[in-house]
């Protein structure tokens, strides 16, 4: 146990994924004796959890890294730790260490289970540690410091075994390893307990949950045990692969009462060749019958999509595919990104690397078309009774209130009452480009 002046601050960059992992490390800080700082320039320990999905992030965090060697100098027992993705890559560890060397520490994507030990040598140690290694454990936190009240995430697996040529996560996260169901749903209930409504159900591809415990489980029979023994209200989940989208999952969508009607289901491309070279497994047609079962079964969910511009020796031919899947399968809302080239990945050799003109070309006229996608879909929301889980008060107006209906729409209202956590009906009376707006009914 520390002394308890001493203050972290943690910067978070990426997905979902790592900002749930900066609340379970925030939990081991606190656990420690360690006070949340307001600001970086005020902590003694400073903690990086970094992202390497695209150039641009990294690009980012390196600025911002080199921000922290103004604050080192005005106060030199400040302790720095970089961890997450980025430091996972080869030699970007030790590269880090030579352009930045007033880092103390460099771990790895397993950062949880070293972070205690390593807090303790660095207030009692000048030593540098650096300790990235592959581990095919899963390490059961015990502290986590939430601060997404009513909504929490919850990882039910890690790691990737798909190898899509872009991308850089199955060498940094290594193979895909299933957390025990019965941690999984000890965890949910104990969200349930402490009041939450909403769980975010966390893997790089949830569809193949399971499938390396060999024990029968799967993906669409956890959602439905969770649903079971623990009464929590909401369930999402994010990300899932097209080509490990079963049945029972789409039955169980339907079915399993908390599980909400939305489903985020990368496409990444329209045309067949590209995703071809992408690695990805299924077709154009594959994916656009996915999509006519999950309508099927459940007439009115909600779809969102990860869509890459600008993939090597893509041509005007196979953007105009993309455009016109995006046009067909009208998607409530998009992720939409420039093809960043990782280095280590299969497409980074490739050859007919598009150029930064024709990607941002590209990206701008796929953002125009999925801005007015998704404005025909919320008029198509206007005099709809939503279910709306309340998260907070709007940032200008303390009677406003939004939240998120079960299709995953920001919904705002107006009530004398406050409603956060509490699921509410809502009538949505008017829609805005990427927004609802209603009424209390
Ligand atoms: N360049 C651009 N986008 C990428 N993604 C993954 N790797 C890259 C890359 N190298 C996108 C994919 C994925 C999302 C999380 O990030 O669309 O689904
Ligand atoms: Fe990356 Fe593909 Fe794995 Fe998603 S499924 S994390 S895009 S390799």
Redesign the pocket.
């Known amino acids: 146990m520390f002394n308890n002046n001493l203050l972290y601050h943690i910067s978070t960059y990426g997905c979902q994924m790592n900002v749930h992992e900066s609340e379970k490390i925030a939990g081991i800080f606190e656990k420690k004796g360690f006070v949340k700082a307001a600001s970086n320039d005020v902590a003694d320990i400073i903690l990086f959890n970094t992202c390497c999905i695209r150039d641009s992030a990294e690009k980012k965090i390196l600025g911002n890294l080199g921000v922290i060697k103004h604050i080192k100098a005005h106060n030199p027992k400040l302790k720095v730790i970089v961890c997450g993705c980025m430091t996972q890559q080869e030699n970007t560890a030790k590269k880090l260490i030579t352009r930045f060397p007033f880092i103390d520490a460099v771990l790895g994507t397993n950062s949880i289970q070293e972070l205690p030990g390593a807090i303790d040598k660095l207030f009692s140690d000048t030593g540098k540690i650096i300790n990235v290694y592959e581990t095919k454990e899963i390490y059961e936190s015990s502290e986590v410091k939430r601060n997404t009240y009513p909504l929490s995430y919850v990882n039910i697996m890690y790691g ?5 040529s ?5 060498y940094v ?1 290594g193979r895909e390893r299933s957390r025990k169901e019965k941690d999984i749903i000890n965890e949910i209930a104990g969200l349930k307990e402490a009041g939450y409504k909403e769980v975010t159900l966390l893997g ?2 949830v569809n193949s949950y399971g499938n390396d415990l060999n024990d029968g489980s799967s993906f669409a029979k956890l959602l439905a045990e969770i649903d079971e023994n623990t009464g929590i209200d909401r369930l999402r989940f994010m ?1 899932s ?1 097209p080509k490990d989208l079963s049945d029972e999952l789409i039955y169980a969508i339907r079915d399993v009462k908390s599980v909400c009607n939305y489903m985020h289901l ?1 496409i ?1 491309s329209g045309s067949d060749r590209i995703l071809g070279l992408m690695n ?1 497994k299924y077709t154009r047609g594959d994916y656009l019958r996915l999509i006519e079962k999950l309508r099927k079964a459940n007439p009115s969910i909600a779809l969102s999509t990860d869509i890459i511009v600008g993939f090597p020796s893509e041509t005007e031919e196979d953007f105009k595919d993309t455009l016109n899947l995006v046009k067909e399968v009208g998607f409530d809302s998009a992720f939409m990104f420039k093809y960043s080239k990782r280095t280590g990945t299969k497409a980074a050799n490739m050859p007919k690397q598009v150029s930064m003109g024709d990607k941002t070309l590209r990206i701008n006229a796929l953002v125009e078309l999925q801005k007015q996608l998704c404005f025909k879909s919320n008029l198509k929301d206007v005099g709809r009774v939503f279910k709306v889980l309340v998260e907070n008060t709007s940032v200008r107006d303390d009677t406003h209130f939004c939240g998120r209906s079960d299709t995953n729409k920001m919904v705002n209202f107006f009530s004398d009452k406050d409603l956060i956590g509490k699921i509410v009906d809502v009538e949505i009376t008017q829609a805005k480009r990427t927004t609802l707006f209603g009424k209390l009914v």
Do not use: G, L
Request: some cysteine; overall charge positive; charged content about 10%.
């Open positions: 990737c075994n798909n190898f899509c872009y991308c850089i996560v199955p996260r790089q591809n990300t692969h990368p990444q990805r």
